[in-house]
């Protein structure tokens, strides 16, 4: 059964840089077949696709926030990482990593999420 | 971006009522299209993918219909554990978009 855990600070200070790290298990992302997104939900709003990357390393970031993001992949640890830059209160969010099929199929699983709050 | 608008916001019913949530696409999209259910603190939890197959473990009482650009979710008779917030999603396109959401809330 694959499943995915979150981790990292749960607090940044505006202008700093948010970095979180998604722990998989029960599947080699080295496999293939799948990429591995971040989505991000603000308190009390929708969900929004961030990014993902390819078992290759290939990634693919959304628009509206691809100058301030970058995913990267540990393949020896099984886990990737997301980092976003120059943070402000609208980037305060709970914070979901999942598996990806790349419009094979439906995304999931998912993780349980991480709230991270830009405060100073 | 393909934009997800769904309706209503807000559907307030009760037990045993039959409701229907809509999501149009901002073009058309085949049947890419997932739909969620969310209760507060969980994350996402995926009922029908491909617009209409329900996904194992998901009550029969749940149905997904629609092709191209319009989508239709449907609880047949809404029961207790069925108040919580539901999420039409597109994956015909990068960047993925969803809905707004709709909140089922008791009457």
């Known amino acids: 059964q694959v499943q995915l855990q979150e981790s990292g600070p749960r607090v940044v200070k505006p202008s700093q840089t948010l970095s979180l790290t998604c722990d998989v298990s029960?599947?080699?992302?080295?496999?293939?077949?799948?990429?591995w997104s971040w989505i991000r939900q603000p308190p009390g709003k929708s969900l929004e696709w961030v990014g993902y990357?390819?078992?290759?390393?290939?990634?693919e970031y959304n628009p509206s926030l691809k100058s301030r993001v970058t995913i990267s992949l540990d393949t020896p640890k099984n886990s990737f990482s997301l980092k976003v830059t120059s943070v402000t209160a609208a980037d305060t969010a709970m914070y979901y990593c999942?598996?990806?099929?790349?419009?094979?199929?439906?995304?999931?699983?998912w993780g349980r999420g991480t709230l991270v709050t830009v405060s100073s | 971006d393909i934009q997800m608008t769904q309706s209503p916001s807000t559907l307030s019913a009760s037990v045993g009522d039959r409701v229907t949530i809509h999501c149009r696409a901002g073009?058309?999209?085949?049947?890419?299209v997932n739909w969620y259910q969310q209760k507060p603190g969980k994350s996402p939890n995926l009922l029908i993918s491909?617009?209409?197959s329900l996904q194992s473990g998901v009550p029969s009482r749940f149905s997904g219909s629609g092709s191209g650009a319009d989508f239709t979710l449907t609880i047949s008779s809404l029961q207790p554990d069925d108040f919580a917030f539901y999420y039409c999603?597109?994956?015909?396109?990068?960047?993925?978009?969803f809905g707004h959401g709709t909140k089922v809330e008791i009457k």
């Open positions: 999603q597109q994956y015909y396109n990068r960047p993925w978009t």
């Open positions: 073009r058309t999209i085949s049947n890419y």
């Open positions: 491909a617009a209409s």
């Open positions: 990357i390819f078992y290759n390393g290939n990634t």
């Open positions: 029960g599947d080699s992302m080295s496999n293939g077949g799948y990429s």
């Open positions: 999942v598996r990806d099929p790349g419009g094979l199929g439906p995304i999931g699983p």
